[in-house]
C-alpha cells in the first residue's frame, strides 16, 4: 500500500468519524434531552465531553495532517472547488479549536442556542465539503 492511498484512507476515515460525531450532536442528542430532566442531560453530556473532546482532537490531527498531504499531493491552482474545500475544511477545524474558548462564556439556554447553530453551520460545511470532494475532479 502507497503513503497515498494510506492517506486517503486514513483522510475518509477520519472525516466519517468527525462528520458522525456531529450528526450524533445535531440530531441524536437533542431528542435525548426530551426523555431525560434537565439534570440527567446535564450530566450525560458532562461525562460525553471529555471523552469525546480527546478523541476529537486526535481524530482532528488526523484530518488535518491528510488532508494538507493530499491538497499538496492534488493542488492544481486552476482548481477552484479544491480551493473551496480546503477552506471549508480549515473553518471546520477552527470551529472545532475554538468552541471552548466561545463556548465557556455562556450559560443556560443562550448556549444551548449557541451550541445548536455552531453544531448545525459546522454540519452543514462538512456536508458541503462531502458535496465538493465528490465533484471537484468530475469537470
Known amino acids: 500500500m502507497t503513503f497515498l492511498i494510506a492517506a486517503k484512507l486514513f483522510h475518509i476515515a477520519s472525516a466519517i468519524l468527525f462528520i458522525g460525531c456531529v450528526y450524533f450532536r445535531n440530531f441524536i442528542l437533542p431528542r ?3 426523555a431525560l430532566t434537565s439534570v440527567q442531560f446535564e450530566a450525560m ?3 460525553l465531553s471529555p471523552r469525546t473532546r480527546m ?3 486526535l481524530n482532528t490531527t488526523i484530518l488535518l495532517l491528510s488532508g494538507l498531504f493530499l491538497a499538496y499531493t492534488y493542488f492544481e491552482p486552476s482548481n477552484v472547488l479544491l480551493h473551496v474545500k480546503m477552506t471549508f475544511g480549515l473553518i471546520v477545524i477552527a470551529m472545532f479549536l475554538c468552541a471552548p ?3 465557556h462564556r455562556f450559560t443556560g439556554d443562550a448556549k444551548r442556542k449557541i451550541k445548536t ?3 448545525h453551520a459546522m454540519f452543514a460545511l462538512m456536508v458541503g465539503i462531502v ?3 465528490q465533484t ?3 469537470f
Open 32 to 34: 435525548a434531552r426530551t
Open 45 to 47: 453530556e458532562s461525562a
Open 55 to 57: 478523541m476529537g482532537k
Open 101 to 103: 474558548l466561545i463556548m
Open 117 to 119: 447553530v455552531y453544531h
Open 131 to 133: 458535496i465538493l470532494s
Open 136 to 138: 471537484m475532479f468530475a
